[in-house]
């Protein structure tokens, strides 16, 4: 064991401690601040749970429900396959429902659903390239869906029948008596 001798001692060991941890600290931050940059601008890919069915067709749902998902949509994403869509939930009715295209780089038809009933379509809605992005709104929403455009011939005043697979927990879904989607 080294006994300090000085105070000259302790401030030189405290500089050569300084002297490796700075740079190593300050590297950390880059790569830390890389990383989050690039974990940010990633497209999240949800577990499919829930299924649309409309005239004879059906698609395969991603359903986005916490503040983080919602946020984040099908931003970044290249493609989205026609059987494939996302939905929103909302967690309570909206009036005037404003959704953008900020950062998503496909075109969508963005449907508007209170009660599983369809308030608002956007057809065929752009990606955005360049701010300010165009906000669509939707009248009256518990739930926003997302599909690839032109797939569904969607209407306001339809009602959907979403549904959840077998077996998953849906304790904060509730089901009327036709087993479609309610959302509490």
């Known amino acids: 064991m080294q006994v300090i001798k000085s105070h000259n001692d302790l401030y030189s060991g405290v500089f050569k401690f300084l002297n490796i941890a700075g740079p190593i600290a300050g590297i950390s931050i880059i790569v830390a601040s890389s ?6 601008t990633r497209p999240q890919h949800l577990p499919v749970t829930h299924t649309l069915t409309h005239n004879n067709q059906t698609w395969m749902l991603e359903v ?20 494939r869509g996302m939905l929103f ?20 038809d963005i449907i508007f659903l209170k009660d599983n ?7 065929n ?23 690839t455009p032109g797939v569904a011939s969607i209407r306001v005043g339809d ?22 989607l309610l959302w509490k």
């Open 159 to 180: 009602r959907l029948n979403i549904q959840s697979f077998p077996g998953l927990s849906k304790n904060a879904i509730g089901f009327d008596s036709k087993s479609s």
């Open 35 to 40: 990383l989050m940059s690039y974990l940010q």
């Open 89 to 108: 939930v909302l967690g309570r009715e909206y009036k005037d429902v404003p959704f953008w295209m900020s950062q998503v780089k496909i075109p969508l």
């Open 64 to 83: 986005a429900r916490t503040p983080e998902e919602l946020e984040k949509g099908l931003k970044f994403r290249s493609s989205l396959p026609k059987d």
């Open 125 to 147: 809605a752009p990606p955005c390239t360049k701010n300010p992005c165009p906000i669509y709104k939707g009248s009256v929403a518990t739930h926003v869906l997302e599909l």
């Open 117 to 123: 009933v369809v308030t608002t379509v956007i057809h």
